[in-house]
């Protein structure tokens, strides 16, 4: 049995959460990977799963196994790419967490410039939820949260920040005519986040010009349920230049679209609520060249710095 190539399988199913989804990624067959998680097991003596036909789970020495094994994996990872960083350029796999609609409006588009550098580096991409906090099973965590503290024991660098802003398509602002002050937002069809419904409110920020203070607001959605609320800031925005209603989006998701006029900004002296976006890699004793070069790479592209670069392009807040 190669021990090591079973650990690497035994990871990447655990990863996947499943066998099939395990023998996609490694482009092995199925039945090979089966085999090694089942030989891993022999030669262990003990099982480290437990199999249904609708879904994997980890025993409890099955845990206790996993957690070492990555971490051998990871040292053995490191090692490679110190050996390796010493004469030649970066090279191997990054993966990457980002919440899906960060990734599919700036992210995805940045990319290519990356692959143009540093062409023997390959990218794998996860963008299936929010994404609060770092994942110790990626080299590079993208993390869009609100004000709350940052959570875990890891390399953390600020990329920037993106305030929700008030927009519709044009079409509907024809149609059903544009809001002048908060509370006329009552009378619109609004396309919510899942919290705000379910809190009945929204709080809108004006910040003024030459003070240290601002104006803040919170209406009472109780007063007009929303046309549509979801979690997916991706359906809203569809939602938005599909001219269903008004909605609050980050900056980053709409710029390109006001640029271009498939929405208009309502209200644009007011705006909601700021994300701050990071990149989190682990704690190690060694980062991978690759990793690295990938944490500068979007430092230098997103600022590094707590200023929205997507407000200054459409116009600031405020004005």
């Given at each position: 049995?190669d021990?090591?190539?079973?650990?690497?399988?035994?990871?990447?199913?655990?990863?996947?959460?499943?066998?099939?989804?395990?023998?996609?990624?490694?482009?092995?067959?199925?039945?090979?990977?089966?085999?090694?998680?089942?030989?891993?097991?022999?030669?262990?003596?003990v099982?480290?799963?437990?199999?249904?036909?609708?879904?994997l789970?980890?025993?409890?020495?099955?845990?206790?196994?996993?957690?070492?094994?990555?971490?051998?994996?990871?040292?053995?990872?490191?090692?490679?790419?110190?050996?390796?960083?010493?004469?030649?350029?970066?090279?191997?796999?990054?993966?990457?967490?980002?919440?899906?609609?960060?990734?599919?409006?700036?992210?995805?588009?940045?990319?290519?410039?990356?692959?143009?550098?540093?062409?023997?580096?390959?990218?794998?991409l996860?963008?299936?939820?929010?994404?609060?906090?770092?994942?110790?099973?990626?080299?590079?965590?993208?993390?869009?949260?609100?004000?709350?503290?940052?959570?875990?024991?890891?390399?953390?660098?600020?990329?920037?920040?993106?305030?929700?802003?008030?927009?519709?398509?044009?079409?509907?602002?024809?149609?059903?005519?544009?809001?002048?002050?908060?509370?006329?937002?009552?009378?619109?069809?609004?396309?919510?986040?899942?919290?705000?419904?379910?809190?009945?409110?929204?709080t809108?920020?004006?910040?003024?010009?030459?003070?240290?203070?601002g104006?803040?607001?919170?209406?009472?959605?109780?007063?007009?349920?929303?046309?549509?609320?979801?979690?997916?800031?991706?359906?809203?925005?569809?939602?938005?230049?599909a001219?269903?209603?008004?909605?609050?989006?980050?900056?980053?998701?709409?710029?390109?679209?006001?640029?271009?006029?498939?929405?208009?900004?309502v209200?644009?002296?007011?705006?909601?609520?700021?994300?701050?976006?990071?990149?989190?890699?682990?704690?190690?004793?060694?980062?991978?060249?690759?990793?690295?070069?990938?944490?500068?790479?979007?430092?230098?592209?997103?600022?590094?710095?707590q200023?929205?670069?997507?407000?200054?392009?459409?116009?600031?807040?405020?004005?």
């Amino acid at each position: 049995m190669d021990q090591l190539r079973s650990l690497r399988v035994f990871a990447q199913v655990i990863a996947e959460g499943s066998f099939a989804g395990a023998a996609r990624t490694l482009d092995l067959a199925p039945a090979v990977v089966t085999r090694a998680v089942s030989d891993l097991e022999d030669h262990l003596g003990v099982r480290l799963l437990n199999r249904t036909t609708r879904r994997l789970a980890l025993t409890e020495i099955g845990e206790d196994y996993l957690e070492r094994a990555r971490r051998v994996l990871r040292e053995l990872d490191d090692a490679d790419a110190i050996a390796i960083s010493v004469n030649s350029a970066p090279s191997g796999n990054i993966r990457i967490l980002s919440p899906p609609a960060f990734a599919a409006h700036q992210l995805v588009q940045h990319l290519p410039d990356f692959r143009k550098r540093y062409p023997s580096i390959q990218l794998e991409l996860s963008a299936s939820g929010p994404v609060a906090a770092a994942d110790e099973n990626f080299d590079v965590s993208i993390l869009s949260i609100g004000q709350q503290p940052l959570q875990g024991d890891f390399v953390v660098r600020q990329l920037a920040s993106s305030s929700f802003v008030i927009c519709a398509a044009p079409a509907y602002l024809e149609r059903c005519g544009r809001p002048q002050l908060p509370n006329d937002l009552l009378l619109h069809d609004g396309l919510l986040p899942a919290v705000a419904a379910v809190r009945r409110e929204l709080t809108l920020f004006r910040e003024e010009t030459g003070t240290a203070k601002g104006t803040r607001q919170t209406l009472n959605l109780a007063l007009r349920p929303p046309a549509l609320f979801t979690s997916q800031l991706e359906l809203l925005y569809a939602a938005a230049v599909a001219g269903m209603g008004v909605a609050g989006l980050p900056t980053f998701m709409v710029a390109d679209a006001l640029r271009e006029g498939r929405l208009e900004r309502v209200l644009p002296d007011w705006r909601g609520g700021t994300l701050q976006l990071y990149a989190a890699m682990p704690t190690r004793k060694h980062v991978p060249t690759r990793t690295r070069v990938f944490m500068d790479f979007l430092i230098e592209i997103f600022g590094g710095t707590q200023d929205d670069p997507w407000a200054n392009a459409i116009g600031s807040i405020g004005k």
